[in-house]
């Protein structure tokens, strides 16, 4: 089947309910609104995934334009499959022709910028992805089975054809441990693509399920006792030139000192950041203790239950290997986050430990969930925020935050997502998961 001209190709924004939106142009006219772009409205970002609108600081005044990247465009057709998917994402300018400061896009590119200007250093990333498929018969107790990955049928190999299609690294496929659950990862990739191809992969999976009359679920979890569907970013540092910097064979655990600081950053700034990774409601039923989330702002050893993690090495045959190999996983985050502003996160907040220069943290190698609070004191981690409610006020009140990512980006998170409280206020938590089942 080939493409008429008038068929239409959705432009694209990833927005603070962690929503791709956008509106759909005819691909005759993809050259010009690659230039002008569609038209935009600044309210567009208080739109929660529940219907309602938050409290809008713009109302109905002001215009925007998406411009799409054309490196992000989708245009596939794969009949074997079942997709047929044509969009592009962009960033949300003015009309003057600025960034707009709640385009989540423009977002990690400043945050990248400043990582780049300051200290002369860039970002590789891997996004690994948790869902539920509903194609897949639920029975507890087969993670990572065979058995289980023979009645996902065609569905993995069908979403390894698409991604691949649509120029993913691809890596691993899995029937996770949960009831239902998989999960995909890809290569790392310089942080805006990252970003980009985390975004593209979680509307692909969606579309291979939506093709074979299923669904793909990324909601934080799904039911109040099961297990959470992470989002786990592995990242590591580099400089400009491409020379890796996280591998010091001279420092504790081999982290480089200036990696170090910024994961002190990362740790230390996470109680205040930590609305924007895990920004719903059920977010806090899955970061809680022996879930292998995160509970904890602690630094891990192959810990997977520590919010930054230093990951094993394999296959490094040599020293360069090594070092290019050598990263950290960041596990406090879910789905219901733009994978933009995740990452610009993560990029603001190991700035400031760079900046301030912070000693790499001591890894802990305990359960932190088994101390008393002395102890837990002793160890210099905090237990996270056990609602949304509670670190949307530690991110309104972060002198940091709002520095980091703007007043005004700051004001409209915490009027969306208050809006979003309200909306599951009365609801058991069996519900709450539901409805953020039905929204990721
Ligand atoms: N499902 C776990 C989470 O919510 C992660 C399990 C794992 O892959 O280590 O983050
Ligand atoms: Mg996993």
């Known amino acids: 089947m080939t493409r008429r001209e008038t068929d239409l190709i959705m432009i694209c924004t990833s927005d603070v309910a962690g929503q791709m939106r956008g509106k759909a142009v005819p691909r005759r006219d993809w050259d ?25 600081p713009w109302g109905a005044l002001g215009d925007l334009a998406i411009r799409p990247d054309p490196e992000t465009l989708i245009d596939l057709q794969m009949d074997d499959a079942g997709i047929d998917e044509s969009f592009a994402i962009g960033d949300v300018y003015t009309l003057e022709g600025d960034r707009w400061e709640c385009c989540l896009r423009g977002q990690l590119k400043s945050a990248i910028e400043r ?38 049928g065609d569905f993995p190999n069908a979403v390894m054809s698409v991604l691949d299609a649509a120029g993913l690294d691809i890596d691993t496929f899995m029937p996770e441990y949960g009831a239902g659950q998989c999960e995909v990862t890809i290569a790392p990739k310089p942080a805006l693509r990252a970003a980009d191809e985390a975004a593209i992969l979680r509307d692909l ?17 799904i039911n109040p006792e099961g297990v959470g569907n992470g989002v786990h970013v592995h990242f590591s540092l580099e400089t400009l030139d491409g020379t890796p910097v996280c591998h010091d064979p001279d420092q504790p655990h081999d982290v480089a000192r200036q990696s170090g600081a910024f994961v002190a950053g990362i740790l230390e700034r ?64 879910d789905a219901a986050a733009s994978p933009y502003l ?33 102890e837990l004191r002793a160890t210099g981690c905090k237990r996270l925020a056990g609602s949304l409610d509670e670190s949307l006020t530690a991110l309104t009140s972060s002198a940091w935050a709002k520095q980091a990512f703007g007043e005004t980006l700051v004001d409209v998170i915490d009027r969306h997502k208050r809006t979003e409280i309200d909306l599951m206020e009365g609801l058991s938590e069996e519900e709450v998961c539901a409805r953020y089942h039905a929204a990721y």
């Open 270 to 333: 996470l109680p205040e950041f930590l609305a924007i990774a895990a920004p719903s409601v059920p977010s806090y039923l899955r970061l809680t203790p022996h879930r292998w989330s995160a509970a904890f702002n602690n630094f891990g050893n192959k810990d997977r239950e520590s919010a930054v993690r230093i990951c094993p090495v394999f296959g490094a045959s040599d020293p360069e290997a090594l070092s290019r190999k050598f990263h950290f996983e960041f596990r406090a985050a």
């Open 32 to 56: 010009s609104r690659k230039e002008k772009g569609i038209g935009w409205t600044p309210t567009n970002v208080l739109q929660t995934s529940f219907g309602p609108i938050a409290p809008s």
């Open 205 to 221: 999976v969606r579309a291979t399920a939506h093709g074979r009359g299923q669904r793909a679920s990324f909601a934080p979890i």
């Open 115 to 152: 990582l780049e200007e300051n200290h002369g250093l860039r970002v590789n990333a891997a996004f690994e992805h948790e869902f539920h498929y509903s194609g897949f018969p639920e029975q507890d107790g087969l993670g990572y089975t065979l058995r289980s990955f023979r009645r996902l």
């Open 342 to 374: 995740l990452l610009a996160a993560l990029i603001n907040a190991g700035l400031d430990g760079l900046d301030r220069e912070l000693a790499t943290p001591t890894p802990t190698e305990t359960d932190l969930a088994a101390l008393d609070p002395a």
